[in-house]
């Protein structure tokens, strides 16, 4: 595994896919059901997200773009994705597997095979990613809270001020400084290059390098806009807790994560839904300005990979679909 792969996997909290949520797209004029598609980006890739497929466009070592497509969990197609609150749970968790997956296929797909992470080495390599993850952004800001409350007399809700200020800070200066890394910016170039593609298809727009150069980098549904949500959501939802001791500030932060992030992604969904309105579009401004930290402009061929993966992932939903119809058109009545 290449030192460029296993920096790539220090991103893993930050590259949350976005959410695919149906929302109403106005289009040629008319108010259409258009269904939204999510992503992310991968190494040397995108991956790209409907409800019945995933499909991943990576450009290997020699210059050829390799497509890898996969179905999707039937839970997309059920019930339980129109319950609000627990979707949200659930589709924290799938982006979390199914972002690892992308990751080690796009990762391996750049090395020899001796060189590939599998077995103990993957899940070593992960385990470290996620303690990163949770020491850095939970538990780093909540001790750092607790010794405000402490040193300088805090009450509960100054202190998890302090806390959520200081996890922010973290959060900002984390993907700011990664950012100078040549192997982070490429990466950050595909995930523009996701958005780019998710806006020219919700435009309506031809789907060529031509057209969705002209797009904007930022998008609302973004899981770099996600974090910031759940940062602020964060501080509300401890606030409630009042004074703790430091073991049970620790453990809150970590067993209410899946909680604040069904709250955070109900809001994300919202405000998606209502983006043509004026307020709405003011409010959700600082999540389009931390997206510029972790997106760039992409060359024409890296948008040519987004583009592809897009494609890709569409037949396969369509071939899915009607592999479904004809199945169930052999049902007896």
């Known amino acids: 595994m290449t030192a460029a792969a296993r920096r790539a996997f220090l991103l893993l909290p930050l590259f949350v896919a976005d959410t695919a949520a149906e929302n109403e797209i106005p289009t040629a004029g008319k108010n259409l059901k258009m269904p939204n598609y999510g992503g992310q980006a991968i190494i040397e890739g995108v991956m790209m997200r409907g409800k019945r ?90 001790g750092i809270g607790h010794l405000g409350e402490r040193l300088l007399g805090l009450n509960a809700f100054w202190g998890n001020l302090v806390e959520g200020l200081v996890r922010l800070v973290l959060l900002v200066g984390y993907v700011w400084g990664i950012g100078f890394m040549a192997e982070v910016r490429r990466l950050y170039q595909y995930h523009g290059a996701e958005h780019k593609t998710i806006n020219t298809f919700e435009a309506d727009a031809p789907l060529t390098p031509e057209s969705a150069a002209r797009y904007p980098l930022e998008h609302p549904r973004c899981g770099t806009a996600f974090l910031l949500i759940l940062v602020v959501v964060s501080v509300l939802a401890y606030s409630l807790l009042g004074e703790q001791t430091l073991f049970w500030r620790f453990a809150s932060r970590v067993l ?78």
């Open 53 to 142: 497929a995933v499909a991943m466009a990576m450009r290997k070592p020699d210059g050829e773009i390799h497509i890898h497509t996969e179905a999707l969990s039937r839970i997309y197609q059920s019930p339980v994705m129109k319950i609000p609150f627990l979707r949200g749970i659930i589709g924290l968790w799938d982006a979390l597997v199914l972002g690892t997956r992308a990751l080690t296929i796009s990762a391996n797909l750049q090395v020899d095979e001796e060189e590939q992470l599998e077995g103990w080495g993957l899940y070593l390599t992960l385990g470290f990613s996620l303690v990163v993850g949770v020491a850095m952004f939970a538990l780093l800001p909540a």
């Open 256 to 333: 209410l994560l899946p909680v604040l992030a069904g709250i955070a992604y109900e809001y994300l969904r919202w405000t998606a839904d209502h983006m043509g309105n004026r307020f709405v579009r003011a409010i959700v401004q600082p999540n389009l300005w931390l997206q510029r930290l972790t997106t760039r402009e992409p060359t024409r061929d890296i948008l040519e990979v987004g583009l592809k993966a897009f494609q890709a992932m569409r037949e396969a939903e369509e071939a899915d679909l009607a592999n479904h119809h004809a199945v169930s058109s052999l049902q007896p009545l």
